[in-house]
Nanobody, 123 residues
Framework: QVQLAESGGGLVQAGGSLRLSCTASGRTFSNYDMGWFRQAPGKEREFVAAINWNGSSKDYRQSVKGRFTISRDNAKNTVYLQMNSLKPEDTAVYYC????????????????WGQGTQVTVSS
């Protein structure tokens, strides 16, 4: 059974950086587009970034463009989210997810989720 496991979250001051990792078990990781979402307390889970199967195409929510970078290493079954210039409003639980072939921006188009990793940015 394929599983996703995130790591790399933590507490950081505003302006700092973190790199999240999401490692997949199983052999079919490279067949799928992957995404990162986040959920702050009391808010809906929202799209952050996505990357296609070979890393040649990426997209981001507007508020993180220029600060976050998504990448992947298919040899390691891992997708990354490099987060720079972090702001308090980036505080959330971050989830990676596997896209089943639909829109990158819709939660419903992802069929496998990790357990999440907490990112807290202090002001």
């Amino acid at each position: 059974q394929v599983q996703l496991a995130e790591s790399g979250g933590g507490l950081v001051q505003a302006g700092g950086s973190l790199r999240l990792s999401c490692t997949a078990s199983g052999r079919t990781f490279s067949n799928y587009d992957m995404g990162w979402f986040r959920q702050a307390p009391g808010k809906e889970r929202e799209f952050v970034a996505a990357i296609n199967w070979n890393g040649s195409s990426k997209d981001y929510r507007q508020s993180v463009k220029g600060r976050f970078t998504i990448s992947r290493d298919n040899a390691k079954n891992t997708v990354y989210l490099q987060m720079n210039s972090l702001k308090p409003e980036d505080t959330a639980v971050y989830y990676c997810a596997r896209n089943k072939g639909g829109s990158w921006f819709s939660r419903e188009e992802y069929d496998l989720w990790g357990q999440g990793t907490q990112v807290t940015v202090s002001s």
